[in-house]
């Protein structure tokens, strides 16, 4: 082969790494989705084999979705300081080692410990500040674009999963279904070690879209917790942080706490099969990836504030609508809801992120951290508050309608960001 041919390949190779990269963090977040689509499915086993009430699954579901929340901007800080793979493989084998030794749980408190303390605060590693990370190294241009591809991740993974996980629970329990997440965890480790690298440099590359001349900011020596605690401290000097907080508190609420947890046992108790609620859910997923996609294409075209007050506000209206639309058969009108849910389901995380790169700039990642722990914190709310509703008044109307409510305030506080088009500097330079 002749030398221009081998240097024109090894620069092919070089440009394409951060598509490399986006897809290797694409099939990673895919694999960690599996174990946060267990509790829908396996809330009811649980119920029936140690009678536990909803409230109490719903307590672990919530320890694991406030450190999910809390361990992201500390995630994002150690990912700067002892690189993307490293913390990445960490986390992933402790989802492996949670979501497996679980099987041999007989009391709640053990429960609690493995499906919220061990798992969620590996998953809190692999959560979207993950995503943001990713994008903020790798990609000047397109950087919307790939947020909603690397979004729609989750989604394509509660596809895969709540199928697989609801056969496999109705023909050989539930025990079997939490080994499955946990081999799935454990493919993921191979697949961030084989694609994920931590910086463009490190692979003789600059981020897609950057001039080639492009130098990366410098890096300072600062341990991870000082540097998150840092990030927070100025972030919490401006406004348009603790909107996108309770925005995205409100976001959680109505995603991952109330209708992603409660949603299979909702339908079941109006007389549908699980299996039957559980394939809708899996189809939020086929229509959330459509639909996040898309909001990643706006997002680098429109003003991500008047994309979330629509998207707040449209969620807002289906809530109210969805406790007349359950029974034991699917409607048109369920149909209808399931399509609408699963376009809007995590539409809300391009824009969120671009506002966050807007408003933060470099410290973009840990920031939007610190929002996702809000958004984490509202869905532990959600869970087990919905989960009490029911127990105490026999069904989810009252969850539903207070969520629909909560949208609605979301997208009043969407709008009240000061409109800004300018990029921010670094609040505090990021050490490697």
């Keep these: 082969m002749e030398p221009n041919t081998l240097r024109s390949d090894r620069t092919a190779v070089r440009s394409a790494w951060p598509w490399i990269v986006a897809g290797a963090a694409f099939a990673t977040l895919v694999a960690a989705a599996g174990f946060r689509s267990v509790p829908g499915v396996l809330m009811q086993p649980l119920q029936d084999e ?30 700067e300081r002892f ?52 994008i903020g190294r790798w990609f000047v241009r397109r950087a919307g674009l790939v947020s909603g591809v690397l979004t729609a991740g989750g989604s394509t993974g509660q596809l895969i999963f709540l199928p697989l996980l609801s056969r496999l629970n109705e023909q050989l329990g539930w025990r079997p279904a939490a080994l499955l997440t946990a081999g799935a965890a454990l493919l993921a480790v191979l697949i961030v070690v084989a694609g994920l690298r931590n910086r463009p440099s490190d692979v003789d590359t600059v981020p897609w879209g950057a001039a080639p001349d492009f130098r990366p900011a410098p890096v300072v020596p600062q341990g991870s917790v000082g540097r998150a605690f840092a990030v927070l401290g100025q972030c919490a000097r401006r406004p348009a942080f603790w909107l996108l907080v309770g925005g995205f508190a409100i976001c959680g609420m109505t995603t991952n706490g109330l209708i992603q947890t409660h949603f299979v046992s909702a339908a079941h108790d109006h007389g549908m099969p699980q299996t039957t609620a559980a394939g809708l859910l899996a189809l939020v997923g086929i229509f959330d990836i459509v639909g996040t996609v898309a909001s990643g294409m706006f997002s680098d075209r429109v003003d991500p504030r008047v994309l979330l007050l629509l998207y707040y506000a449209l969620r807002g209206m289906s809530l109210f609508a969805l406790p007349g639309l359950f029974g034991p058969h699917v409607e048109p009108p369920m149909w209808a809801f399931i399509i609408f849910y699963g376009l809007d389901w995590v539409a809300t995380v391009p824009p969120t992120m671009a506002l966050c790169r807007r408003e933060f700039g470099e410290s973009a990642p840990i920031a939007f ?64």
């Design 50 to 79: 140690f009678g536990w009430g909803r409230g109490t699954i719903g307590l672990a579901v919530s320890v694991n979705l406030v450190l999910y929340g809390l361990f992201a901007p500390f995630a994002a800080a150690l990912m």
């Design 83 to 134: 690189g993307v793979r490293r913390v990445a493989a960490t986390a992933l084998l402790a989802i492996a080692v949670g979501s497996g030794a679980a099987i041999f749980v007989t009391q709640a408190w053990q429960l609690i410990l493995l499906w919220g303390f061990v798992v969620g605060l590996g998953s809190g590693a692999m959560a979207m500040s993950f995503a943001a990370l990713i």
């Design 369 to 432: 951290g610190w929002i996702f722990a809000s958004h984490q914190l509202g869905a532990a709310i959600a869970a087990t508050g919905a989960g009490l509703i029911r127990d105490r008044t026999g069904d989810y109307r009252l969850a539903w309608w207070i969520a629909g409510s909560l949208c609605v305030v979301a997208a009043l506080m969407s709008i009240m960001i000061a409109r800004n088009r300018e990029r921010a500097p670094a609040l505090i330079p990021a050490r490697d």
